[in-house]
DNA sequence: ATTCTGACA
DNA sequence: TGTCAGAA
């Protein structure tokens, strides 16, 4: 299959098929005229590829999940790779997570101390971002 | 019609 | 991440 039938049978872009490729996710075969060929084994990984990007994965966290979770081979390895690599995902996001209560946190305080009524403020951002 | 690479208002 | 160009 070439790239255009696995866009529309992953859900991916064009072009992020061939940005994950420069990542080295996905390593589709070329036709004699330089055309990316992909396998059925390559549409199954680029829609868990999907799957991984809309549970906000990295491309580098997918470099160690998907030998993990694609397993070609009857042989199921242990993947302490795998149980690492989610731990620190999850901690990345703790991470993320803070801070974004820092921020609410903040705003929320700013709302708070703004006095009742004042439309002066909405108009100066308006006119500033018209 | 489709894909390829490289570049960017 | 989209999109346009120029070539195949």
Known sequence: MRIGEISDR???SIRMLRF???EGLLRPHRTEKGYRDYSQDDLEEARLIRQLAEAG???EAMHDLLPCIISPEP???????LRARLESEVAKLDRKLS??????????????????????DTASLQSETA
């Open 10 to 12: 992953s859900g991916i």
């Open 75 to 81: 042989t199921f390895h242990p993947c302490d790779r």
């Open 57 to 59: 994965l990295t491309v």
């Open 20 to 22: 994950y490729e420069a």
């Open 99 to 120: 801070d974004i209560e820092r921020s609410r946190a903040q705003i929320a305080a700013y709302l708070a101390g703004l006095p009742r009524g004042d439309q002066s």
